[in-house]
């Protein structure tokens, strides 16, 4: 038996035994990636010619095109079947942004396990997830595609999707590959408008954009996907500075990278390459190891080696790890999908009660002036809006093989909640975009009629995500005259937001006296939206990004900098607008709760200490309400005087905790001084002397404890060196 084909064998000698059995053609095969599985595809599969496919879906399709591979070719090399398993395979979850509202990466977690025992049971092996991106402006529809603004949440939730996909061991036949995404600061576009120039300093490239990603690597994430911005100057599917320098000399990542869709392609309209011999050329010395799409690869590498223009030892290099993922999945040794398993686990009862478990923790309570919980004995319930009863929007974008037909709508959720006495009246009102208000009279109608009116307005599951930038942050179409004209009738009104992205719904803020952000929260929304309307489910959620007033504030986000004139409403000279408030609508972790939290006892230990030192920070948290709930106390930190201009604040550390009445919880964050490295002037990576503020809040501005403690001395340290915090990942 050759080497390659025996698993007793280290995965180190099978890749170098089969490596060196390969043509060229056959090693530039490994780098090629095509979505899709037409006739012509399969030929080129059967001859060895192919190392992936994305969007081939079905079992049957699956093991297909997986037999052709290794039955059709010389040496009989598995592909990689890709797919966009993003928040879900068929059991569909909340969107990563609402799972992110979580605060808690065990959901994060959970729901990937279950997304990758799903996807690997009709045989799926790749996911292009998590997306790790870091967004600040939520003009940018891929904002809802991940777990918002901050890099220290975005860190844990990568981390933890990360483990979620590719479970203990990469070769359990219920893992499958994850890719984390787009490497790197696709979410700094200009404009916020998807694509666009990103050009960025090297250290909000480091402190900001890269975290997440530095997360994934530590996770074991097996491939990294370049993203299409040009960064600084120079595409990052070129980008040999971050794609060697930093992610393999920095990072240390040992898997591979393929490019976005086509995006070696679009070097050509970058303008870094004349042709596809250019475009292949830059990519691969940079580092980008598989073509998605873009059959550039296919066109210019043989020409490039055989000109001398590059040497075949990239190749070598870029197939060694492709093959060793391959290797590493056991994909050699089980290739195919088995559909009895298939059977037993797609959308089973494990997975769609935990799709509700996860629905009901993303919801933030983002105001409750004495509405909420509503009673369930109430008369008459009048459910509005173009989304109460959509069957599609819950399911927001990137739901992969999810069915609206799984979907349980808003209203349809209200109406199993309450008892058979209760009237549920609906009007959709108008449509999400539009300017006709030919519904409102049947609304305001049925509003009169009932005890309370329920709006559920927000966006269309296909307004976020990717290519779905919007210039408004404003409900769509006529939706707030919807609430205004309900409002108008006098009855107590409750706003439900269904939206992949902050909206600047400032009037509902000001007027509305509940409002709940509910994102799209996957299958069971209709469910998990009406236990937290009738308190069977208390929620507590927190927003991980900050709801600007309006989109004249973008971008805003919490950790900023002071400035040498911070905002002061008495003093015109400071920085602020003239003809709006300079704050948040909602800010950076704010959510609230049917019960209420205090805050007690704040310890810091030790009070001095030396970088590489941990240091204790407890305090204590108390239920002070009548009901049980969750809270995440949120952990900030801020080194007022530095040597180079600090934020105000950065998290450093939450943990969301369930309390019953009355319950108290002494809360220990250990934070290791590397979490507070910074970049200093001279762009090294250091743990800098000084005082450091500590605040812990219920939100980035409700803060409740503060202390500070100090570090003795400087020390520079390297990414290699640095710890992740793995602490509250249970
Ligand atoms: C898309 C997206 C990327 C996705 C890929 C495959 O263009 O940018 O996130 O994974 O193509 O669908």
Redesign the pocket.
Known sequence: MEVYKDPSQPIEERVEDLLKRMTLDEKIGQMRQY?SFTKEIKDLVRKGLVGSL??VTGIDKVNEVQKAAIEGSRLGIPLLL?L?VIHGYRTIFPIPLALASTWDPSVVRRAARIAAKEASSEGITWT?AP?VDIARDPRWGRIA?GAGEDPYLGSIMAWAAVRGFQGDNLSDPDAILA?A??YIAYGGAEGGRDYNTVDISDRTLREVYLPPFRAAVLAGVGTI?SA?NDLNGVPASANEYTLRKILREELGFKGFVVS??NAIGELINHGIAGDVYGAAKEAVEAGVDMD?QGDVYRRALRKLVEDGAISEKLIDDAVRRILEVKFKLGLFENPYANPERARKVVKCKEHLDFALEAARKSIVLLKNEGVLPLRKDLKTIAVIGPLANDRTAPLGSWYCLGDPKDVVTVLEGIRSKVPPQTKVLYAKGCDVEGDSKEGFEEAISIAKQSDVAILVVGERGDMSG?AASRAYLDLPGVQEDLVKAVYETGVPVVVVLMNGRPLSVKWIAEHVPAIIEAWFLGIQMGHAVADVLFGDYNPGGKLPVTFPRTVGHVPIYYNHKNTGRPPDPKNKYTSKYIDEDYRPLFPFGHGLSYTTFSYTGLEVKPKEVEPGDIVLISFTLTNTGEREGDEVAQLYIRKPVASVTRPVKELKGFIRVTLKPGEKRKVTFKLPTEQLAFYNSEMKLVIEAGAYHVMIGSSSQDIRLTSEFRISKTKEISLRTLKFTEAIIK
Do not use: R, V
């Open positions: 979505s994305l969007n890709g966009d292009f997306m595609e890719c995404k787009h996907m299409f976005d869709w998605m990717e």
